[in-house]
């Protein structure tokens, strides 16, 4: 599903990864922890190969690091939902826009489009407030529209980059309730997160980042 492979990354003046191996199996459930600036969101950014690796390879819904073309990177990101602290909605656009704007670049009919958007919207509770803004919604409301928008294309692959950090401890519990609720219809999930709290209230893989350059996966221990 998603395995990195000696994988070196640096930014001009900053290393990150030296020597990082990760494999993550089809259906997992894990969390991606490690201190602020240990790594995470690069290590996302080179799951959607927003970067590729200086050296070794990642290897992502079937895509290697090696040899994706610029062209099939919108094929790779359609297997993948991703989902950020910031919710990244389109502020100009109502609920039901910011979901059928995905759709929309994907060449589904508008009728297809429709029935997608009502079916996720409405697997969220959100049906009701489609045609609100999203300024008009509290973070969670915000960041289950998020989830909605990232599973619509039927991802194998939720990424989510500190899904928690804007809400409150109640609010983020849901959030991860909705993820593991995706994760067991057979997505697998991975989340990135600095709040130990929600590692530790929720039984789950764990991959800690230590140092920035390696990586140790640990399983929770009761
Ligand atoms: P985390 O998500 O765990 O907080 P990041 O992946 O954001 O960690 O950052 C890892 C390291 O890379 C940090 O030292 C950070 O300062 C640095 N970094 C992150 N993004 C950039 C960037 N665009 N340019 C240069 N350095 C960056
Ligand atoms: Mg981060």
Excluded: C
């Excluded at 191996?21 to 602020?36: R, T």
């Excluded at 094929?75 to 993948?80: E, G, H, N, T």
């Excluded at 049906?127 to 991802?155: T, W, Y």
């Excluded at 530790?200 to 764990?206: E, H, S, T």
């Amino acid at each position: 599903m998603l395995t990195f492979k000696n994988v070196a990354f640096s930014y001009q003046t900053q290393p990150v990864f030296a020597d990082l191996n990760l494999s993550i199996e089809n259906g997992e459930f894990s969390f991606l922890i490690g201190k602020s600036g240990s790594g995470k969101s690069t290590l996302i950014r080179l799951v959607y190969m927003n970067y590729l690796p200086d050296a070794g390879e990642v290897i992502a819904a079937g895509y290697s690091s090696r040899t994706i073309k610029s062209k099939e990177l919108p094929y790779l990101r359609r297997r993948l939902g991703i989902i950020f602290q910031d919710f990244k909605l389109l502020q100009n656009r109502n609920i039901y826009d910011n979901l059928a704007f995905v759709l929309g670049a994907t060449g589904v009919s508008s009728k297809e489009i429709k029935r997608k958007v009502s079916d996720v919207l409405t697997d969220a509770g959100l049906f009701h407030m489609r045609f609100k803004m999203p300024d008009e919604l509290s973070g969670g409301e915000k960041q289950r529209v998020a989830i909605a928008r990232a599973v619509i294309n039927d991802p194998v692959l939720i990424l989510a980059d500190e899904p928690t950090g804007n809400l409150d401890p109640e609010t983020a519990d849901e959030i991860i309730e909705n993820l593991k609720k995706i994760n067991s219809k057979g997505t697998t999930v991975l989340i990135a997160t600095h709040n130990y709290e929600i590692v530790k209230r929720n039984p789950a893989k764990i991959y800690k980042l230590e140092d920035g350059k390696s990586l140790v996966a640990v399983t929770k221990q009761k």
